[in-house]
């Protein structure tokens, strides 16, 4: 089995590399040039844009809608439930023109993209994958298998008696 550093949401938030890169414009800036998998949480959601903005310690970091989300269609109760939570992201490039005020302009997508192209296509079916479980319906769980990308648990897969 495949060693896994694609984990879901909100396992990188806490870690002191993770702290290291997002403290910092330096760290930003070595985390885009290096291509690593970042978190940090959504302070708010933008209701005209559906813009994610997550606070990186002095510099304003935002989500477009269209980077919020590695799928075809993209609902805005998927960006809007994201508000307070932690999300992955890679960082797409920094602007700076006002010195007192960089911006990160990040992107979720990618890094779900990165998580399905180096990890999840080489799976195969029995290997066991750490997951993180969002929610449960009647029919299974909702669980997130790495960098927010949703997996459904069937609810005979979760145990053989009655839940």
Known sequence: MLQNKYLPEGSLIG???NREYISSLHGLERARA???ILE???AFCDSESYTMHIDLYGVDGIIEREEALLAPEIKDIAII???G?????????????????PVAILSRKEA??????QYLMDLIPGDIIPAKT????????FVDIGCGICSLLSVDSISVSRI
């Open 85 to 101: 939570k932690a999300v992955a992201f890679k960082v797409l490039q920094i602007i700076n023109d006002d010195p007192s005020h």
């Open 112 to 117: 779900q993209r990165e998580c399905i192209e």
């Open 34 to 36: 290096e291509g690593k």
């Open 134 to 141: 969002t929610h449960f319906e009647p029919f299974g769980a």
């Open 81 to 83: 439930t994201r508000v």
């Open 15 to 17: 870690t002191s590399e």
């Open 40 to 42: 940090g949480v959504v």
